[in-house]
């Protein structure tokens, strides 16, 4: 009797167990500010960066295994979430510089398939321990996209 009741005890534990895995589903999507990445370095804005896209790609394979289809947008996040793009959107708010002079491409993240971009990739892959905004402000400086006198 003492056997039947552990095997019993030991089905439900395992059983709970697995449920719990099952229901509990990926854990919810960090969507970062631009406060939040404003004093990053190169490298841990890229490791920023790295993680959404990781989650979303989990998210949607979650949701694969869940209801055998994928997104029409294979879970793709929109650029507006992307680490590296809103930081880039809040340094051209803050100074004033046009996503007409910066975006030459229609494509689903036009921001990402810049020449700024481009160009503050090369110095944050230059200098990683750089901070972020720094590296943006030499790009905009290097393309013209403002003047010595026109930075915060």
Same mark, same amino acid.
């Given at each position: 009797?003492?056997?039947?009741?552990?095997?019993? !005890?030991?089905?439900?534990?395992?059983? /709970?167990? !697995?449920?719990?895995? $099952?229901?509990? #589903?990926?854990?919810?999507?960090?969507? +970062?500010?631009?406060?939040?990445?404003?004093? !990053?370095?190169?490298?841990?804005? #890229?490791?920023?960066?790295?993680?959404?896209? *990781?989650?979303?790609?989990?998210?949607?394979?979650?949701? %694969?295994?869940?209801?055998?289809?994928?997104? /029409?947008?294979?879970?793709?996040?929109?650029?507006?979430?992307?680490?590296?793009? $809103?930081?880039? =959107?809040?340094?051209?708010?803050? &100074?004033? =510089?046009?996503? &007409?002079?910066? $975006?030459?491409?229609?494509?689903?993240?036009?921001?990402? +398939?810049?020449?700024? %971009? %481009?160009?503050?990739?090369?110095?944050?892959?230059? &200098?990683?321990?750089?901070?972020?905004?720094?590296?943006?402000?030499?790009? /905009? !400086?290097?393309?013209?996209?403002? #003047?010595?006198?026109?930075? *915060?």
């Amino acid at each position: 009797m003492k056997v039947f009741v552990t095997v019993a !005890l030991m089905l439900c534990v395992t059983t /709970a167990a !697995l449920a719990a895995f $099952v229901w509990s #589903g990926p854990a919810p999507i960090r969507h +970062y500010t631009f406060d939040d990445l404003s004093e !990053l370095t190169c490298e841990e804005l #890229g490791e920023r960066h790295t993680e959404v896209i *990781d989650a979303y790609h989990d998210a949607e394979i979650a949701h %694969y295994g869940r209801t055998a289809a994928f997104h /029409a947008d294979l879970g793709l996040p929109s650029e507006d979430v992307l680490p590296f793009a $809103v930081l880039m =959107i809040g340094f051209m708010r803050d &100074n004033n =510089i046009s996503e &007409n002079k910066v $975006v030459t491409r229609s494509t689903p993240w036009p921001l990402l +398939y810049s020449d700024f %971009y %481009y160009e503050i990739s090369g110095t944050c892959a230059a &200098n990683p321990s750089m901070r972020a905004v720094e590296a943006m402000r030499e790009s /905009a !400086l290097k393309l013209g996209l403002i #003047g010595r006198d026109e930075m *915060d």
